[in-house]
């Protein structure tokens, strides 16, 4: 280090006075040769960023991705129809709890479930699941369900498809590829949360039995059934 300069006071006056001296131990003996307390100066090691490639996928028949797993997770459903589709969120929490969001349950952002519903669309469009605190998460479940006033029609022939977003740059798309006209579920996707850093998005396609109403159930494990749940009316 080095003492440039020093201003003092004199006789009631401030003078300035050119030193120019060099002082060994550096600033921070420097500073504590004159009474001020030093905090610890040694410069903080930059942790490395991780790289999160960005990335927007539509997955195959039966096909499964891992992406990064983020703090936040949106889930919509899209369809173009009139017809009137909900949007089911199967869930089983890190403490073994299940149960479902959807439009009569619209959930909690601040506590179990950590999972809200935007709401009921009741037309075509789409329908916006959030998960807020997928740390609290095992795993999700994506269900449609078609309501008997729509009558019989092919989720395929609605285009109906999930989309899960970790909004970091990364999309996935699970479309559906069977016509199944006679079903009112079918579970589209499912997500495995149970890494500490990444998140498994998997195609699932499978459809009720014609004309059942029962739900789809999600167990502890991460697996499914489906026309074991109540059945739903609207």
Same mark, same amino acid.
Request: charged share 25%; net charge neutral; glycine share 8%.
């Given at each position: 280090?080095?003492?440039?300069?020093?201003?003092? !006071?004199?006789?009631?006056?401030?003078?300035?006075?050119?030193?120019?001296?060099?002082?060994?131990?550096?600033?921070?003996?420097?500073?504590?040769?004159?009474?001020?307390?030093?905090?610890?100066?040694?410069?903080?090691?930059?942790?490395?960023?991780?790289?999160?490639?960005?990335?927007?996928?539509?997955?195959?028949?039966?096909?499964?991705?891992?992406?990064?797993?983020?703090?936040?997770?949106?889930?919509?459903?899209?369809? /173009?129809? !009139?017809? /009137?589709? /909900?949007?089911?969120?199967?869930?089983?929490?890190? /403490?073994?709890?299940?149960?479902?969001?959807?439009? !009569?349950?619209?959930?909690?952002?601040?506590?179990?479930?950590?999972?809200?519903?935007?709401?009921?669309?009741?037309?075509?469009?789409?329908?916006?699941?959030?998960?807020?605190?997928?740390?609290?998460?095992?795993?999700?479940?994506?269900?449609?369900?078609?309501?008997?006033?729509?009558?019989?029609?092919?989720?395929?022939?609605?285009?109906?498809?999930?989309?899960?977003?970790?909004?970091?740059?990364?999309?996935?798309?699970?479309?559906?590829?069977?016509?199944? !006209?006679?079903?009112?579920?079918?579970?589209?996707?499912?997500?495995?949360?149970?890494?500490?850093?990444?998140?498994?998005?998997?195609?699932?396609?499978?459809?009720?039995?014609?004309?059942?109403?029962?739900?789809?159930?999600?167990?502890?494990?991460?697996?499914?059934?489906?026309?074991?749940?109540?059945?739903?009316?609207?």
């Amino acid at each position: 280090a080095i003492v440039v300069g020093e201003l003092y !006071r004199h006789n009631g006056e401030w003078k300035f006075g050119a030193t120019g001296s060099g002082f060994f131990g550096g600033l921070s003996a420097l500073c504590q040769h004159y009474g001020i307390e030093v905090d610890d100066m040694t410069p903080p090691v930059e942790e490395k960023q991780e790289e999160i490639k960005p990335l927007v996928v539509t997955l195959k028949k039966k096909e499964a991705i891992s992406i990064k797993k983020s703090e936040k997770v949106v889930a919509t459903l899209e369809w /173009d129809s !009139r017809k /009137d589709l /909900d949007l089911y969120c199967f869930y089983v929490l890190n /403490d073994g709890t299940e149960g479902k969001v959807y439009y !009569r349950n619209k959930g909690n952002a601040n506590q179990a479930p950590f999972i809200t519903l935007d709401g009921d669309s009741l037309k075509a469009g789409k329908e916006t699941i959030i998960v807020h605190d997928p740390s609290k998460i095992n795993y999700v479940l994506f269900a449609a369900y078609s309501a008997i006033s729509n009558g019989v029609g092919s989720f395929k022939s609605m285009k109906a498809k999930a989309i899960v977003d970790n909004q970091m740059g990364q999309q996935v798309t699970s479309p559906l590829f069977e016509n199944n !006209r006679f079903a009112y579920w079918v579970a589209i996707a499912k997500i495995d949360f149970t890494d500490s850093s990444n998140m498994s998005v998997s195609h699932v396609e499978t459809y009720s039995r014609s004309g059942t109403e029962n739900s789809p159930l999600l167990y502890k494990d991460g697996s499914f059934k489906m026309n074991v749940g109540p059945v739903e009316f609207k």
